[in-house]
């Protein structure tokens, strides 16, 4: 017997798939299966209720007076409500003659603070971003229904002023007329979110990323500003809920002297590692500005071993003196000196090891066979004037290989642009901060290998050692075709050492004269 068939609208399937879904989320929720978000909606609401000052005052004091007009009441009871009508009408009043909202926050920050929080440094970067972490529950746990609210004011105090010792500050429930000449305004929170530090993962953090003003002060000096952290967590009874707060002074600076400092600091390194590699005979016929222009070269600076151009060298002192001064303008502009992310220090690893196998390659290169090399002592090859570097190590060269676009340093040269722009961007908040994707350091690491590879490849000192052996082999002959094949061997074996060692064909340098010989006694 057949079974008869059925049809169900797709639609209705839709429909139902999504109420499941909805009430598997839920159910999961409910046990603690789905962490709620790091800014929870009805926690901000009840936050704004708890900050409008009026309206909770309104409530103490009906609460009050339900307590008051109540039978049964003890005495007692009445004479607490009584006062406690008395301080919220106190409150009221003073709170309705100015801006209720900047009355309680002002009060607030008279209060002792009640949470743990570390900041991200003594000073913040004014113009930047910085952070501070409440450490430990409820705000840590991944279940709270948490919102966080930072306010800041320019301090009427200078930071030097101690704050009064804790036997002359008043309890909370006298601090009822705070007064400040300065308002406080709400900070623009960039992001919010619990974690666990690496270093102690036994105690989870709740982090907020703010933005920091950059100060007024047309001096160019650190501005002292009061933050006032106000956090709440709203319990699932409302008696459990808790509002808490955190008070600090913070200096802020500026930018622009932290910058220029940093750029000082990092000319003057610079004009000591130009100073320190400056040789008169590396300029060759350059004159004037271009031979100025020349001495502080990066390309001239960072020659290889036999005078050419480094593009290995030239990415490891680029990428130094850009952490370098990094690191020197974080530390003017947050009193710290920066950590420095594993994905930087796996740059800079990746760059030392480039460079150190170039040169390697190159010094392994430069070595000839005992023979070759005993052949062109005799000849006096080695005595040839040396070519100046101003023909070598220049931009042409760093980025060719005999007259010719070398693929290699070209690619390395690309991808060395591209990273040190995004690393010098990225790390002028917080060089701990700064990520650099696995694929890009692999494809970077092989550019590197690629490069030192082709140096490998073209091997010119075999060509070199052949024909000197030629040389020897035919130098004896007095056959014309053989001394012919001589002449040729010569010619290539001048060529390729001159070409090799960056030197100048048949032009013996300059040599100081011989001492004379000592008198005879």
């Known amino acids: 017997m057949?079974?008869?068939?059925?049809?169900?609208?797709?639609?209705?399937?839709?429909?139902?798939?999504?109420?499941?879904?909805?009430?598997a989320g839920i159910a999961l929720i409910a046990i603690?299966?789905?962490?709620?978000?790091?800014?929870?909606?009805?926690?901000?609401?009840?936050?704004?209720?708890?900050?409008?000052?009026?309206?909770?005052?309104?409530?103490?004091?009906?609460?009050?007076?339900?307590?008051?007009d109540a039978a049964g009441k003890s005495e007692t009871e009445k004479t607490a409500a009584k006062e406690q009508k008395e301080a919220a009408s106190k409150i009221k009043a003073a709170a309705s003659k100015s801006n209720?909202?900047?009355?309680?926050?002002?009060?607030?920050?008279?209060?002792?603070?009640?949470?743990?929080?570390?900041?991200?440094?003594?000073?913040?970067?004014?113009?930047?971003?910085?952070?501070?972490n409440i450490v430990g529950a409820p705000f840590s746990d991944?279940?709270?229904?948490?919102?966080?609210?930072?306010?800041?004011?320019?301090?009427?105090?200078?930071?030097?002023?101690?704050?009064?010792?804790?036997?002359?500050?008043?309890?909370?429930?006298?601090?009822?007329?705070?007064?400040?000449?300065?308002?406080?305004?709400?900070?623009?929170?960039?992001?919010?979110?619990?974690?666990?530090?690496?270093?102690?993962?036994?105690?989870?953090?709740?982090?907020?990323?703010?933005?920091?003003?950059?100060?007024?002060?047309?001096q160019l000096q650190s501005t002292d500003r009061d933050y006032l952290l106000v956090a709440f967590f709203a319990a699932a009874k409302p008696a459990d809920s808790k509002l808490l707060t955190y008070f600090t002074t913070k200096s802020v600076t500026h930018k622009m002297p932290a910058v220029i400092a940093a750029l000082l600091f990092v000319s003057i390194i610079y004009i000591g590692l130009a100073w320190a590699t400056y040789d008169l005979k590396d300029m060759g016929d350059l004159t004037g500005l271009s031979r100025d222009l020349y001495a502080v070269s990066p390309i001239r600076i960072t020659a290889g071993v036999l005078g050419d151009s480094s593009i290995s060298q030239v990415q490891v002192v680029l990428f130094t003196f850009i952490v370098a001064g990094l690191l020197f303008y974080l530390w003017l502009r947050t009193g710290l000196l920066a950590s420095i992310s594993a994905d930087l220090l796996y740059l800079l690893g990746i760059s030392a090891v480039g460079a150190g196998g170039?040169?390697?390659?190159?010094?392994?290169?430069?070595?000839?066979?005992k023979e070759a090399n005993d052949f062109a002592l005799a000849k006096g090859w080695y005595n040839w004037?040396?070519?100046?570097?101003?023909?070598?190590?220049?931009?042409?060269?760093?980025?060719?290989?005999?007259?010719?676009?070398?693929?290699?340093?070209?690619?390395?040269?690309?991808?060395?642009?591209?990273?040190?722009?995004?690393?010098?961007?990225?790390?002028?908040?917080?060089?701990?901060?700064?990520?650099?994707?696995?694929?890009?350091?692999?494809?970077?690491?092989?550019?590197?290998?690629?490069?030192?590879?082709?140096?490998?490849?073209?091997?010119?000192?075999?060509?070199?050692?052949?024909?000197i052996k030629k040389m020897n082999a035919l130098e004896k002959e007095t056959d014309p075709a053989k001394k012919k094949?001589?002449?040729?061997?010569?010619?290539?074996?001048?060529?390729?050492?001159?070409?090799?060692?960056?030197?100048?064909?048949?032009?013996?340098?300059?040599?100081?004269?011989?001492?004379?010989p000592a008198p005879i006694p």
């Not at 009640?114 to 970067?125: A, G, H, I, K, M």
């Not at 004011?153 to 400040?180: G, I, L, V, W």
């Not at 170039?358 to 066979?369: C, N, P, Q, S, V």
């Open 385 to 467: 004037t040396p070519i100046p570097a101003a023909k070598n190590a220049n931009l042409a060269n760093l980025l060719m290989t005999g007259q010719r676009l070398d693929v290699y340093k070209f690619q390395v040269a690309v991808f060395t642009l591209v990273v040190a722009a995004y690393v010098l961007s990225s790390g002028q908040n917080d060089l701990g901060d700064v990520t650099i994707s696995e694929t890009m350091l692999y494809l970077i690491g092989i550019s590197q290998g690629v490069y030192i590879g082709g140096k490998a490849i073209t091997d010119r000192k075999t060509l070199i050692e052949n024909a």
């Open 485 to 516: 094949e001589y002449a040729a061997a010569e010619e290539t074996a001048k060529r390729e050492f001159a070409s090799f060692f960056q030197l100048e064909q048949d032009k013996p340098r300059d040599l100081p004269p011989p001492a004379p």
């Open 358 to 369: 170039a040169k390697y390659t190159a010094t392994l290169k430069a070595e000839l066979d």
């Open 2 to 23: 057949d079974c008869p068939r059925v049809s169900v609208p797709l639609d209705r399937i839709s429909r139902n798939l999504v109420r499941l879904t909805t009430l």
């Open 32 to 68: 603690g299966g789905l962490p709620a978000k790091a800014q929870n909606q009805e926690a901000c609401t009840q936050l704004e209720a708890k900050l409008d000052v009026i309206k909770a005052a309104d409530r103490e004091i009906a609460e009050a007076d339900g307590i008051i």
């Open 100 to 132: 209720p909202l900047q009355y309680e926050l002002n009060r607030l920050s008279t209060l002792p603070a009640e949470l743990r929080v570390e900041s991200s440094s003594n000073s913040l970067p004014g113009g930047g971003q910085a952070w501070f």
């Open 142 to 218: 991944e279940r709270a229904n948490v919102c966080v609210r930072l306010y800041q004011r320019t301090s009427p105090q200078p930071r030097s002023a101690a704050p009064p010792p804790p036997a002359q500050q008043k309890p909370p429930a006298q601090q009822t007329e705070p007064t400040q000449s300065e308002n406080f305004t709400q900070v623009s929170i960039a992001q919010s979110y619990r974690f666990v530090d690496a270093t102690d993962k036994n105690t989870p953090k709740y982090r907020i990323i703010f933005n920091v003003e950059a100060p007024a002060s047309p």
